[in-house]
């Protein structure tokens, strides 16, 4: 095994070990069942932004089912790999959580629903 693989490993176990200390500690976390509620009419979307390597990296979504659970995956820059946790929508159906830019690159956030399928996607580039 190459030092750049097991680099990239220890890497990725280092992200996904942070987006769940960051999902235990309630870290911009919002509120209740995942997908629920949503219609064709509804706009789901989601923004995803960091300042800087190190600071932390926000996913904020609007048009979501009030009060309800969902899944959120990112991807880490230069495949390093990608980590989930889970996130609630408020009564609006806004929803938040964050994690940390650990790394320059570009950054992909992906809100899921029900059988894992994307209900919004939205990247940064972080340097």
């Not at 609007?62 to 989930?84: D, E, L």
Request: charged share 5%.
């Amino acid at each position: 095994m190459t030092s750049t693989t097991t680099l990239r490993r220890r890497l990725a176990r280092a992200a996904v070990g942070a987006v769940a200390i960051s999902a235990v500690a309630g870290i911009s976390a919002t509120s209740a069942s995942a997908g629920k509620g949503h219609t064709a009419a509804s706009a789901m979307s989601c923004t995803l932004s960091a300042t800087a390597v190190g600071a932390p990296l926000t996913l904020s979504g609007t048009g979501f089912a009030p009060n309800s659970s969902y899944p959120v995956q990112f991807v880490w820059p230069a495949r390093a790999g990608s980590a989930s946790t889970a996130t609630w929508s408020d009564g609006s159906g806004n929803l938040s959580v964050s994690t940390y830019a650990y790394w320059a690159g570009s950054y992909t956030a992906n809100v899921l629903g029900s059988h894992g399928r994307t209900l919004a996607s939205c990247s940064t580039s972080v340097f």
